[in-house]
């Protein structure tokens, strides 16, 4: 029986252990948040922060130069950093204004190059109860990394005076020399590597995170100006299509155009497939009204409150939801307004108009006298009906209504009420 001495073996194998975990390169991935804060920037910074966690990355580098934007994108953009589960700085590049300012201090530490700035988160609207809800968060974010809130309450509210570093009146905004001096920033740092050296972390590659097609292309589409576009395309498109008979490029584009607006919505994760599937139940329900049920009543309404229901709801800002369904809204009675006076002279139009005028020489007849004689008697559509539309009855020709059912070209029918100079009809046998 052969003996082996495990314990020399045991400790060998430990060593090369520690050998390849100290000879690896560290992970470090960079983060870069640039240009105007969105939503779309948002959902890009949770997927690499969550690629980072995945592959437990040393460090997390959020590289920052922007001029700010959304105050809730950036809160969400704030948590991820501050939920994350790995270690992270903020590095300050260019400017750290309005929004940006709220997610450079919310890394474990900040960085700041020479010539940088941070500050000028002055809210807008400027209204006393999100002017405090900004400041709270503010101050809130700074205290939990250790630096001093009242700074950071300063650099939104103008009210708030600091002794001899700001004036009152004067929105706070600090250079990377001034921020460091006030224990706002924890360096001064001009190269990447500078910070990776400073950091003790050694590194071969840093892993960039760039925004992919996808998340860029969902961030054009959810601007709101282009959402704004594409909501009144495609409320034209529906619209037109309703005017039309059979299926045709206006319903296309509409349906395009929609697709487009909540799919960019979904793909920044401010819809959810329950938003689509409330805006197209919306869609089917006022359909139904307007082809299936006679009149106007209850379903159509749900059918319009699905629809403003899913999109007011795939925005996280009321305000600018609200403000992007009325420039929609306004946008489609405008050009719905120009393509209705175009459409009067189309040759289609016309075949779904009435626009015959009723004169007795023509065969008409509307004296009271001689409509009254109608009821109970039996005749033809002589047009399409509507509900509305022509009948003819013992050779003459009478405008006439249904009890609200669409009926075709040459269908029996018979008169079942005449009340002055309203005649209603239905089908017969």
């Known amino acids: 029986m052969v003996k082996v001495k495990t314990k020399p073996l045991l400790i060998f194998i430990l060593l090369l252990c520690l050998a390849s975990v100290f000879s690896a390169s560290a992970d470090v991935y960079l983060i870069p948040i640039k240009g105007t804060i969105d939503y779309g920037v948002a959902g890009f910074v949770k997927r690499a922060m969550r690629n980072a966690e995945r592959n437990r990355a040393d460090l997390v580098v959020i590289e920052i130069d922007t001029l700010g934007g959304l105050v809730d994108a950036a809160l969400e953009i704030k948590d991820t950093i501050m939920q994350a589960?790995?270690?992270?700085?903020?590095?300050?590049?260019?400017?750290a204004w309005s929004a940006g300012a709220l997610i450079a201090l919310s890394g474990e530490e900040l960085y700041m190059v020479s010539g940088s700035s941070i500050g000028s988160a002055e809210t807008r609207p400027k209204e006393e109860k999100i002017i405090s809800a900004v400041r709270r968060e503010f101050k809130a974010t700074a205290e939990s990394r250790g630096k001093d809130g009242r700074i950071a309450e300063a650099m939104v509210d103008s009210d708030v005076e600091i002794p001899g570093i700001n004036e009152k009146g004067k929105i706070l905004n600090l250079t990377a020399i001034e921020a460091l001096e006030?224990?706002?920033?924890?360096?001064?740092?001009?190269?990447?590597?500078e910070l990776l050296e400073l950091k003790e972390v050694a590194h071969e590659d840093i892993i960039d995170q760039e925004p992919s097609g996808a998340e860029k292309f969902a961030r054009f589409l959810t601007d709101p100006i282009v959402s704004s576009l594409l909501l009144t395309i495609g409320f034209l498109g529906i619209i037109l299509e309703f005017f039309t008979l059979g299926w045709g490029a206006a319903g296309t584009v509409g349906i395009v155009s929609l697709t487009l607006f909540f799919g960019g919505r979904y793909l920044s994760g401010l819809a959810g497939l329950e938003h689509i599937v409330l805006f197209l139940a919306g869609l089917i329900f006022l359909g139904l009204e307007i082809f299936v049920i006679p009149g106007f009543g209850i379903v159509g309404l749900l059918g319009i409150a699905g629809l403003l229901t899913s999109i007011i709801l795939s925005f996280k800002n009321l305000t600018q939801a609200v403000w992007v369904l009325i420039a929609a809204i306004a946008l489609t009675a405008l050009f719905l307004k120009i393509f209705w006076k175009r459409l009067k002279k189309a040759p289609l139009f016309k075949k779904l108009v009435l626009e015959t005028s009723l004169e007795e020489s023509k065969g008409f007849s509307v004296a009271e006298d001689k409509l009254?004689?109608?009821e109970g008697k039996n005749g033809v559509t002589a047009t399409v009906m509507r509900p509305s539309g022509l009948i003819e009855v013992e050779g003459k020709r009478y405008s006439a209504q249904t009890a609200g059912e669409f009926l075709g070209r040459d269908v029996n029918i018979k008169v079942i009420e005449v009340k002055g100079n309203r005649i209603v009809v239905e089908e017969s046998e």
């Open 85 to 95: 589960r790995v270690p992270n700085v903020t590095y300050v590049t260019g400017r």
């Open 182 to 193: 006030l224990k706002i920033s924890d360096g001064t740092i001009n190269t990447l590597p």
């Open 372 to 374: 009254k004689d109608l």
